[in-house]
T-cell receptor, first 116, second 120 residues
Framework: AQTVTQSQPEMSVQEAETVTLSCTYD???????LFWYKQPPSRQMILVIR??????QNATENRFSVNFQKAAKSFSLKISDSQLGDTAMYFC?????????????FGDGTTLTVKP | GAGVSQSPRYKVAKRGQDVALRCDPI?????LFWYQQALGQGPEFLTY????????KSGLPSDRFFAERPEGSVSTLKIQRTQQEDSAVYLC??????????????????FGAGSRLTVL
């Protein structure tokens, strides 16, 4: 079974600054996907970024980037130039690579507050 | 539709009542998932459909929980004889089987807004 751990229940950052959210996971699988999801107060979960484990290059999506360390089973999210709209709960998630994949294991989330 | 639609958004039930939660996935999405999210926690997997076939129901917490997707599109999650511990947000997600890059394609989940169930 897979586990995902987010050790920071709450974080805050000043607008325009950079913040890094931590995530570690445990698995015996070699091929898998990792995700960061954002859940604003309205509660609709939105995908922020995706990383395929076989790729060494870290994924980036505009202001969002990850630091994927496969050997250490670490997958942190960096948000650059933080904006007030980034305030949300952020979930790290793991998914096995499988033709019927989609079943994900989520961490318990980090609540991020961006302060003006 | 353009997104995953869930109804009702809010449901209050008395303990022992049966409830039904509906999910309308993105048109053409083959895969559909139900997750349960307790307050302050991450979503936990309940069940998975590929078209009308329920391929994984390992996360359903008890036999009071039942899900169906008879025509391979709309899905219903039914909870019989609700208990207080069933109070949670129930999230539905769908995904396509088309390979894609970045934030689209197979294995990328699109979530609905959820149905918040409160059992008194």
């Amino acid at each position: 079974a897979q586990t995902v751990t987010q050790s920071q229940p709450e974080m805050s950052v000043q607008e325009a600054e950079t913040v890094t959210l931590s995530c570690t996971y445990d698995t015996s699988e070699n091929n898998y996907y990792l995700f960061w999801y954002k859940q604003p107060p309205s509660r609709q979960m939105i995908l922020v970024i995706r990383q395929e484990a076989y790729k060494q290059q870290n994924a980036t999506e505009n202001r969002f980037s990850v630091n994927f360390q496969k050997a250490a089973k670490s997958f942190s999210l960096k948000i650059s130039d933080s904006q007030l709209g980034d305030t949300a709960m952020y979930f790290c998630a793991f998914m096995k690579q499988n033709t019927n994949a989609g079943k994900s294991t989520f961490g318990d989330g980090t609540t991020l507050t961006v302060k003006p | 539709g353009a997104g995953v639609s869930q109804s009702p958004r809010y449901k209050v039930a008395k303990r022992g009542q049966d409830v039904a939660l509906r999910c309308d996935p993105i048109s053409g999405h083959v895969s559909l998932f139900w997750y349960q999210q307790a307050l302050g926690q991450g979503p936990e997997f309940l069940t998975y459909f590929q078209n009308e076939a329920q391929l994984d129901k390992s996360g359903l917490p008890s036999d009071r929980f039942f899900a169906e997707r008879p025509e391979g599109s709309v899905s219903t999650l039914k909870i019989q004889r609700t208990q207080q511990e069933d109070s949670a947000v129930y999230l539905c997600a769908s995904s396509s089987r088309v390979r894609g890059r970045g934030l689209s394609g197979a294995n990328v989940l699109t979530f609905g807004a959820g149905s918040r169930l409160t059992v008194l």
